[in-house]
DNA sequence: CGACCGGTTGAAGTATATCAAGTACGGTGG
DNA sequence: CCACCGTACTTGATATACTTCAACCGGTCG
């Protein structure tokens, strides 16, 4: 369990190590969790890259997330009987898995760990925060460049550079996310570039000019600021 | 803390009522966390409504959410050091207030209650998904539509009427709610009047065809369904 | 090789944002 | 009591950014 703990975050106490979780990999294509049936476990992502999904009453599926290394996935199953969206591994992964009576168990005996849990929850709803920050923007451009500067952050988080991004997920994953057509992303992330603020190859994007997205992103009103800024 | 418990589901096990939780009272338009100033308490609602939003960079409001009775204000503080969203009340409400300390006391002593926090917190989660879903859809009328229907739910849940409505916000807090313009608010309003499903006074809204609500709710892609279906 | 998937680019129609005027309501003060 | 004001809400006209439909390119897999 120590490295449960690093991985969200927390020094492991003595003895943590005797307790054993389980690390499972699960395939890229995976689906990890089904929406609609029954939790069991939780799990937290050691390494990979997930999306979660609502899927609405009409089978449209509406992605809400991109979770990651120390992210929870399977939180919205401790209410009760049926998980509310699907988890679907985007890339080969590993996460940590507890069943749900395990846990009560261990964060009973572990402060440490139920802390951790308790921060990742709250970052979890935090997040979904930002979601809505990212959907109520209007223009296009505004909803990707703050869909690319919550990636950059979060990558800066992680230890890791926060101007090269790897995407892990389709443009029509992303689309799903921003509440925008496919299309749309594809010609947002052109303007962007021949703006100047990036270079995109394929699923690699080089931010160039974080301060050029940091206002793009600030417009929540107002189809385009200003193009020529 | 018998009526806190009652309040969140759960019911109150013997020597809960020695426990004594303040029940604070909120007047319309307070606000009760303040986005930005580190966290102290947490907050269940007991009676009232609430909209919680997130400030943009640019001073922009996002209604997140529109949380009453029973649910839980303030634990997107958990993580650390600030709040990510305010909570202001909408009418005179009241709350039960627990310092973070308190509840990491009581939780460990009375396993009612974390369970009842984790089920709340599941909730929240699960909400954070449905704001998605209604920020989603592509017609302002479909996001009328998934919004009305939302709180029509929520209505049952709490033993009231579904089909009779009081929307305590403005139209304006909708209109941010649902990523829309809060002119398109009254017009698509107007329309679904028009169209038979629902009757609209003021803040106070009937719905009439819940079938035909649901069909337009459906709506995810594509302009607009059948006007005439 | 042909089919398929992911991505990009083009053209047309339309729903919605924006600006602007007008209405109803609730308060305050004469 | 009525005039007055501010806020919330409704309604109208125009412009535009988006969706949609479509064709096209480059991979990968059968």
Redesign the pocket.
Known sequence: MGDLLQVLGQTPPHGADNVLVPLRSVRAGVTLIHAGLSPSSLHVVRLGAFKTQVVCDDGYEQVTGFPGPSEILGLDGLQGERHTFSAIALEDSAVYSLSLRELDDLRQRFPPLDHAMQRAVSRQLAEAAQLAQVMSA????ARLARFLLQRSRRMALLGQSSTRLRLPM???DIASHL????????????ELSQWGCLR?Q??EIELMDLDRLQSLARNT????ASPAL
């Open positions: 209007v223009s296009s451009e389709s443009r029509r509440g925008v057509a496919h299309e749309t992303v594809s010609r947002s992330l052109g995109v394929q699923r009103r107002g189809p385009l």
